[in-house]
C-alpha cells in the first residue's frame, strides 16, 4: 500500500517515493468519491481506483501563483483561487477550505504567500488580498 504524509510525500513501506514521474502520475491522478480519495486510473474499458490513507489531507497546495487572480495550485495540477475568508491556521499551517474539501499549503507555497501575510502582537494572522485586510483564523471554522 502507499499514503501521504502530512508534508504530501507519496510513501510506501520502504519509504517515500524518490521517482518523479511516478510522485508526479499518483499526486494527477487522486479523485474523490463517496468512499474517499483515491488513485484513479483507467485501463481499457476498466475503471481502477486505490484508495489510500493520508496523515492530514489529501490535497496540498504545492505553489502559488501571484498574478491576479491570485491562485493555488494543488498536488492534482487543478488551480483555484485564493480565498481569503476560507482560510485558517492550525499549528504552523496554513490551511484553506475549497467546498468539504481541506487544502494545506506546503512550505513553498507558504513561502511565496508570506508576502501577503501579517501578524500582530497577539499571534493573530491577517492577509492582504486585493487591498483588503482579512483576518486568518486558528480554527477551522472557514470551512
Given at each position: 500500500?502507499?499514503?501521504?504524509d ?9 519509504g ?27 485501463r ?27 491562485t ?23 490551511y484553506?477550505?475549497?467546498g ?44
Open positions: 500500500m502507499f499514503w501521504l502530512g508534508n504530501g510525500r507519496w510513501h510506501n513501506q520502504h517515500p517515493f524518490e521517482n518523479r514521474k511516478i510522485i508526479r502520475f499518483f499526486h494527477a491522478h487522486i479523485r474523490r468519491d463517496a468512499d474517499g480519495y483515491h488513485v484513479a486510473q483507467q481499457d474499458q476498466l475503471l481502477e481506483k486505490v484508495y489510500f490513507k493520508y496523515e492530514d489531507t489529501a490535497l496540498f497546495a504545492f505553489d502559488i501563483d501571484m498574478a491576479q487572480p491570485v493555488a495550485v494543488l498536488n492534482t495540477g487543478r488551480r483555484i483561487r485564493l480565498k481569503p475568508r476560507k482560510l485558517w491556521v492550525s499549528g504552523d499551517s496554513l484553506m477550505c475549497n468539504d474539501e481541506r487544502i494545506k499549503f506546503v512550505d513553498r507555497a507558504l513561502m511565496k504567500i508570506s508576502k501577503m501575510i501579517e501578524s500582530d502582537d497577539r499571534d493573530r494572522y491577517y492577509i492582504r488580498h486585493n487591498g483588503r485586510r482579512y483576518r486568518i483564523p486558528q480554527t477551522a471554522d472557514a470551512c
